[in-house]
């Protein structure tokens, strides 16, 4: 985040406050540059949470409004901050922590603020609302009082002269600057011949720097039982190798099986500590050839040597497939 936490003083330098004053008399808003709309969305459903009480009739809110109802339902599968320009209006969000907070402003609303507006609602909601709520509620805007902190915020951010003293632009501006928001288009949205579908191609792509949540201690157990069992088989296949020149009834295939179960349990450490794409499917396929490579070796291996490696496979895909990736956590610079 870039604004310091309501009710607590801002610890930064007096040259960056300066900055941030200079940033926002420079910005140059006009009368018709502002903030329009604002709403609060659970990530996983779109479920309404909190809007700001809306009294525009302007023809090009409402219709922007239809666009930003379908982002809601699709928040899951886009970027934690993206703009979308080719509407009326621009439509600016942000997520983190299963929690969406959106924005329809003016075009020539600068960014910088835009995605301050949007951090400072963020900060507030989730010093108010806890998660187990946040994720039981059912009906929509069950937090609609939050509608009051909303408009008090549109309020000073429509207003330049209030605004520039109580937010750091410099900090927004460079954290914009090394992960700019991503451009949305139309069809991102779903529409066809200008029309909005509700129902569309969810978005592949994922969110730039895209982290997963830490590992846990059962996670490190799996890593490190599976990097044994890489041992295992590397030493096995090794041993193959000098049997296979000095016996010539030892099969070839045994030793390319001991040296693909070896690059099998790697992968699925790899799976485990670093996000990549079809992640779940792939420690499912690498389990699968565990098991195979284990079938491939019951001359060699004992019953519970093989039961040993897929218990260790079955037990590295769980913790592969629990570990999922994580929104971004706020900074509060305080």
Same mark, same amino acid.
Request: aromatic share 8%; net charge positive; proline share 4%.
């Given at each position: 985040g870039s604004a310091p936490a309501r009710g607590r003083p801002h610890r930064g330098s007096g040259s960056a406050r300066l900055a941030a004053c200079e940033g926002g008399a420079s910005l140059g808003l006009s009368e018709m540059s502002m903030v329009l709309f604002a709403s609060v969305v659970r990530v996983r459903d779109g479920l309404p949470l909190s809007a700001s009480t809306d009294y525009e009739h302007n023809k090009g809110v409402q219709e922007t409004k239809k666009y930003l109802k379908v982002l809601s339902k699709k928040l899951g599968h886009l970027p934690d901050r993206s703009t979308l320009r080719d509407v009326h209006y621009n439509i600016h969000f942000i997520s983190s922590l299963g929690v969406g907070y959106m924005i329809i402003c003016s075009e020539n609303y600068p960014n910088v603020l835009a995605f301050c507006f949007l951090d400072e609602l963020q900060r507030e909601f989730i010093t108010l609302y806890d998660t187990a709520r946040i994720n039981t509620v059912v009906r929509p805007y069950s937090f609609i009082e939050f509608d009051n902190f909303i408009q008090k915020t549109k309020q000073r951010f429509n207003n330049p002269r209030s605004l520039s003293t109580k937010i750091n632009l410099a900090d927004m501006q460079t954290e914009i600057k090394l992960r700019p928001a991503h451009q949305l288009t139309m069809f991102d949205v779903g529409t066809a011949n200008g029309n909005v579908r509700l129902h569309s191609p969810p978005y592949k792509g994922i969110a730039p720097n895209q982290r997963l949540e830490p590992v846990k201690l059962p996670g490190f157990i799996s890593c490190l039982l599976s990097f044994l069992c890489a041992a295992l088989n590397l030493i096995r296949g090794f041993h193959a190798m000098e049997n296979l020149f000095q016996d010539d009834d030892e099969e070839l295939h045994t030793v390319a099986v001991f040296f693909t179960g070896t690059a099998a349990c790697l992968y699925q450490c790899y799976l485990l500590t670093c996000y990549s794409g079809w992640r779940d499917l792939k420690s499912l @396929?690498?389990?699968? @050839? &565990?098991? @195979?490579?284990?079938?491939?070796?019951?001359?060699? *291996?004992? /019953?519970?040597?093989?039961?040993?490696? &897929?218990?260790?496979?079955?037990?590295?895909?769980?913790? /592969?497939?629990? *570990? !999922?990736? !994580?929104?971004?956590?706020?900074?509060?610079? &305080?």
């Open positions: @396929l690498m389990l699968g @050839l &565990v098991c @195979l490579c284990n079938l491939s070796l019951h001359e060699h *291996r004992n /019953t519970w040597q093989i039961l040993f490696h &897929v218990a260790v496979a079955a037990f590295s895909t769980l913790q /592969t497939m629990m *570990r !999922q990736p !994580q929104g971004k956590v706020p900074d509060y610079n &305080v």
